[in-house]
Nanobody, 116 residues
Framework: QVQLVESGGGLVQPGGSLRLSCAASGITFSGYDMGWYRQAPGKQRELVARITSGGRVNYADFVKGRFTISRDNAKNTVYVQMNSLKPEDTAVYYC??????????WGQGTQVTVSS
């Protein structure tokens, strides 16, 4: 089965940095788009960053210039480097791969809390 496992979340102060990782199993994802999404309490899940199979990247306006998405196809892993973190970045961050056929697959999420 396809499984995505996020790691790297935690508590950081405003202005700090984190790197999130998402390791996939059950697929070889070099041919698939990958994305990071986040969901804060009371809010809809929203796109943070996306990277296509060809390496094209897109970012939400609220993270542009602060976050960098990358992928290592040999390791079946996608990353997001998160710099200059703000309290508004506090959310559960989710990894997504797809579509595989008609399905997207999501990780379990990792909590990022930005607070002094």
């Amino acid at each position: 089965q396809v499984q995505l496992v996020e790691s790297g979340g935690g508590l950081v102060q405003p202005g700090g940095s984190l790197r999130l990782s998402c390791a996939a199993s059950g697929i070889t994802f070099s041919g698939y788009d990958m994305g990071w999404y986040r969901q804060a309490p009371g809010k809809q899940r929203e796109l943070v960053a996306r990277i296509t199979s060809g390496g094209r990247v897109n970012y939400a306006d609220f993270v542009k210039g602060r976050f960098t998405i990358s992928r290592d196809n040999a390791k079946n892993t996608v990353y997001v480097q998160m710099n200059s973190l703000k309290p508004e970045d506090t959310a559960v961050y989710y990894c997504r791969v797809g579509p595989l056929g008609v399905r997207f697959y999501w990780g379990q999420g990792t909590q990022v809390t930005v607070s002094s």
